[in-house]
Antibody, heavy 116, light 107 residues
């Protein structure tokens, strides 16, 4: 059974940093691209970052480019999202997803609240 | 970026009704279109992939279709458990882009 379990969310002040983790199980982690998607309270779904299966390439929207860094440790089957210079508009539930083109599997999400 | 225009933004239907939600792509996405269902407090659940393929475990009353650049999700006979927000997603190219969502309510 495929499982994606996120952690690391919480309340953080504007301008500070936070690192999210996603532990994967039930599939060969290093065969798949992985993606973070977020959802602000009461809003729609927004792509945040993606990483190739080897970790050799990463992709970001302009809204987070230069502030967020996606990475992975294939030996630990773990995906990360380092978030720096956080803003109030980054407040959202962050989901880890298995890409592979079809986004078949999602974690339960971890809530990040950016507020003073 | 490819824009996905989803309609309607909300709708109300009765149990047993046939319901259709549509997404229009701003560029050719082939069949790289998925539909997701999201219930309150839950993660999105993939319902349809490849425009017409039913995901594992999804009831057969759900179906997907394509007509040109228009993609539709149809529920043939609405059940109470189908109350949710539905999103389309194109994944032919980066960035992957979602429709704005359709909130489906039961009358």
């Amino acid at each position: 059974e495929v499982q994606l379990v996120e952690s690391g969310g919480g309340l953080v002040q504007p301008g500070r940093s936070l690192k999210l983790s996603c532990v994967a199980s039930g599939f060969t982690f290093n065969n798949y691209w992985m993606t973070w998607i977020r959802q602000a309270p009461g809003k729609g779904l927004e792509w945040v970052a993606s990483i190739t299966n080897t970790g050799g390439s990463t992709y970001y929207p302009d809204s987070v480019k230069g502030r967020f860094t996606i990475s992975r440790d294939n030996a630990k089957s773990t995906l990360y999202l380092q978030m720096n210079s956080l803003r109030s508009e980054d407040t959202a539930t962050y989901y880890c997803t298995r890409d592979g083109g079809w986004f078949a599997y999602w974690g339960q999400g971890t809530l990040v609240t950016v507020s003073s | 970026d490819i824009q996905m225009t989803q309609s309607p933004s909300s709708m109300s239907a009765s149990l047993g009704d046939r319901v259709t939600i549509t997404c229009r792509a701003s560029q050719d996405i082939g069949n790289y279109l998925s539909w997701f269902q999201q219930k309150p407090g839950k993660s999105p659940r993939r319902m349809i992939y490849g425009a017409t393929n039913l995901a594992a475990g999804v009831p057969s009353r759900f179906s997907g279709s394509r007509s040109g650049s228009d993609y539709s999700l149809t529920i043939s006979s609405l059940e109470s458990e189908d109350m949710a927000i539905y999103y389309c997603l194109q994944s032919i190219q980066y960035p992957p882009t979602f429709g704005s969502g359709t909130k489906l309510e039961i009358k």
